[in-house]
C-alpha cells in the first residue's frame, strides 16, 4: 500500500518511517525541511518532495501523481514558544497548509485511509487524566490551529466516507527532535559538560512518550478496519515533573545535576499536569508502549 507522509522528514516522521517500511508500505514524503531534515529519512529523491504544504498546485501534483492510500498528515509548526511568536505562519501552515492536502487528496479515489497528528494542546488545563471526550478549549493558538484541524479532518470524512483517524500526540521524546523541548534542552546542556542546568518552571508534569512507542501506534492505528472517524489519544499514561526528568538524567549518568531557574524561560501561562488517558487506543489496538523514561533517557545518552 502507498503512504503519503507530509512532515515525515521531522522528529516524529523519522521515527514512523521505518515502521512504515518494515510493514512493507511503499512511503513518499513531502516536507518543506523548514524544521526536519533530508538525513532523518531513507527516501529514494524520486518519492521525497521538497514542498510547502501551502504550495497548492504543487501539492495537488504530487498527491495526483503518486495516488496514496494513507495519509499520514504531520507536517505542522508546532513548537509552542515559536507558534506565540509567529502566530500568522503557524496558522497559516496549520490551518490552510491542511486545507491544500485535504483538498488535493478528496480528488485521488485511491484513498482509503488519513491520519491527522493533533496534540494534547486542544485540551483545557485539567489536573486529571483526560479522555478523547472531554472538553476541548486550548490555550494558544497553536492548540487552536490543531482544532480547527480535527474540524477540517472531520469535515474531510462527512464529504468523503474515507476512514479518518484524529490522532491527540501527548509529549514526544527521542532521537531526531528538531525543536527546543524538555528533554533534547537538558540532553544539549549536560552532553556540553554542564553540571548545573538552567531551565524554566520545574514543577509542571507532561506525560512523556518515546517517539518508537508512537510509530508502532499510529502503524497500528492505520491498520485498524472500518473505522469511520474517531479520534484517540497517544501518550504513557504517566506524567513526571521537570524535576523528575532531571533525576533521570541523574540515575543515567550515575552523578548529581543541579538546576538553576532561569527566569527567562520562565513561561507565563503553565499547564501544570497534562496526562492521557489512553485506554482507548489500548483497548482498540491492543497497542502497549514499551519504552520507559530511563531506557529513552539512557538511548539519547548513548547516541
Ligand atoms: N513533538 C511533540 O511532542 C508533538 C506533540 C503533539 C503533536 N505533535 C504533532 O506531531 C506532528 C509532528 O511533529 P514533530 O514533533 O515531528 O515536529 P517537527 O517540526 O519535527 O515535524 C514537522 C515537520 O513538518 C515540516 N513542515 C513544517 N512546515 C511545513 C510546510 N509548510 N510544508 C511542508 N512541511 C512542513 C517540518 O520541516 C518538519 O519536518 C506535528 O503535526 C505536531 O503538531 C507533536
Known sequence: MKVLVTGGAGFIGSAILPKLKEAGYEVAVIDNLSFGKREFIDVPDER?????????EMVDKVITDFKPEILVHLAAIHFIPYCNQHPFEASDINIRGTMNVLDACSSVGSLKKVFFAS???VYPIADLAVSENHKLEPLDIYGLSKLVGERLF????LKTKVDTIVCRFFNAFGPNETNAHLIP??????????RTIRLGNLTPKRDFIHTYDMANAVLKLIQLKNIG???????????????????AFERQLGEKIFIEVDEARVRKVERMHLLADVSKLKSKTGWEPEWGIDEGIMNLLEN
Open 119 to 121: 496534540t494534547a494542546a
Open 185 to 194: 534542552e537538558i540532553e544539549k546542556q549536560i552532553k556540553s559538560g554542564l
Open 48 to 56: 521525497f518532495f521538497k514542498l510547502d504544504i501551502r504550495n497548492r
Open 229 to 247: 472517524y474517531d479520534t484517540f489519544n497517544l501518550g504513557r499514561g504517566i506524567e513526571y515533573s521537570v524535576t523528575e526528568i532531571v533525576e
Open 154 to 157: 472531520r469535515e474531510f470524512f
